[in-house]
């Protein structure tokens, strides 16, 4: 098994994460990327995306010799017995992903490619891809008049950002969506230190593989936009959105994970794999009411959470300093790609709001992120710092240090009293018992 020879391309969050944890099941590794600023940072022992453990791992395989990186994809792909395509698929205006990262990779395996490879779509992909894949492979194959063989397949991620390390090591299921035996035994292998862990393959065709992804996401944004239409009714009718939550995930068929209201989720996945869910059924045809409607419920309750703020001050934010705690979409990540934040930070200078944030990882990606708002927007040093002088704290992210906000210090920092607790962190009464005015999400 440790003869075998693997090839990762694309150094992101996704290949980066596969590529260690693959080097560090005992395999020789290549990790390969056309972006030389990002190999020469790797090369310098740098890892340039924030996940927690991954650094260890990093050390423990470099230092052994398992994991090399490059630019030179063309000689990975000819040293290479299986490639792992881990590149980006953005999402188009319309929504659907954008597939030209995938395409070009494609074209240089089908260049490059001289012996049986087994080529693996690791990226989220919509379905077909792969079976576009093996025919953009075998047409420059055509073209160089080569006969190799090869076979493509489907090996979807579910990697949570903040725990990835575990979740690749740990994972609920193995998808492997191909055709061909030969690959299905290949990956097998891969993953076989897996076997100790018990944990289960699923086998089918690239098309299943490449919806499973889509539909787990879909249904967990789903459960997410669900809840929070459930807590924005709790607070009109006066209930209690964590009893309900609570009570629903006793149930059995429901179960409790992914019943926590807040502002909206954000992040690399959940918005994007729903937009192209969406646009993937409409062009086959299919109706796709649920899932379109937990998108546009996302957007709006990204909103609502802007106009709870502006409410509380009678509608009228202007000259009001409000302090952000949070600003990734999730703790433990450097990730702020549709986070929160990024709608509500926008509306409120926007009404004349004076914006103090704090994150422990998401500043540098948030100061990229808004760019034209960026010189509206003081960033503290840490979250003390951003209250000081505040009419109102926000909290957007659950980070632990959050979690323990000294209380007494605050309302000592703070010029005004209103704490809006929109990851429902705190208890209600000993927050107002410090004579602030509290307000969360369904409560």
Request: with cysteine.
């Amino acid at each position: 098994m440790n003869s075998m020879k693997i090839g990762v391309i694309g150094t992101g969050y996704v290949g980066l994460v596969s590529g260690l944890c693959l080097a560090d099941f005992g395999f020789s590794v290549t990790c390969g990327d056309i972006d030389v600023s990002k190999i020469e940072r790797l090369n310098s022992g740098e890892i340039p995306i924030y996940e927690p453990g991954l650094k260890s791992v990093f050390d423990r395989v470099t230092e052994l010799g398992r994991v090399t990186f490059t630019t030179k994809i063309d000689t990975l792909v000819r040293d290479s017995d299986v490639i792992f395509i881990c590149v980006g698929t953005p999402p188009k205006e319309d929504g659907s992903a954008d597939l030209k990262y995938v395409w070009q990779v494609a074209e240089t395996i089908g260049k490059n490619l001289e012996t049986y490879k087994v080529i693996v779509d690791k990226s989220t992909v919509p379905v077909g891809t792969a079976r576009k894949v093996y025919d953009i492979i075998r047409s420059q194959l055509a073209e160089r008049n080569m006969d190799a063989a090869f076979d493509v397949v489907s090996n979807p991620e579910f990697l949570r950002e903040g725990k990835a390390v575990h979740d690749f090591t740990h994972p609920d299921r193995i998808v492997i969506g191909s055709d061909s035996e030969r690959a299905c035994e290949i990956m097998k292998k891969v993953y076989s230190p897996l076997k100790l862990n018990e944990v289960p393959f699923v086998l089918t065709n690239p098309e299943t593989a490449e919806l499973i992804k889509y539909a787990s996401n879909a249904f967990l944004a789903t459960k997410i936009g669900f809840i929070n239409e459930i807590a924005n009714l709790c607070e009109a009718v006066g209930a209690d959105v964590h009893k309900v939550a609570k009570s629903m995930g006793m149930d059995g068929r429901i179960s409790s994970k992914f019943l926590h209201p807040g502002p909206g989720f954000g992040g690399s996945c959940f918005p994007k794999d729903t937009m192209a869910l969406v646009n993937m059924a409409r062009e086959n045809g299919v109706d796709s009411l649920v899932v379109s409607a937990v998108v546009d419920s996302n957007i709006r309750q990204k909103v609502r959470m802007a106009e709870k703020i502006k409410k509380a001050f009678g509608g009228d934010v202007a000259g009001k300093q409000i302090a952000i705690l949070g600003l990734s979409f999730k703790p433990e990540t450097d990730d702020v790609r549709e986070s929160p934040a990024l709608v509500i930070i926008p509306e409120l200078l926007h009404r004349g709001a004076l914006v103090h944030a704090y994150d422990p990882q998401g500043i540098g990606e948030t100061k990229k992120a808004l760019t034209e708002s960026d010189a509206d927007i003081l960033y503290t040093a840490d979250e003390y710092d951003a209250c000081k002088g505040a009419d109102a704290v926000v909290i957007l992210t659950d980070w632990n240090q959050f979690r323990r906000l000294d209380l007494q210090r605050l309302k000592d920092l703070m010029k005004g009293n209103r704490f809006f607790d929109f990851r429902n962190i705190y208890d209600r009464e000993e927050v107002e018992g410090m004579g602030f005015y509290y307000e969360g999400v369904g409560r």
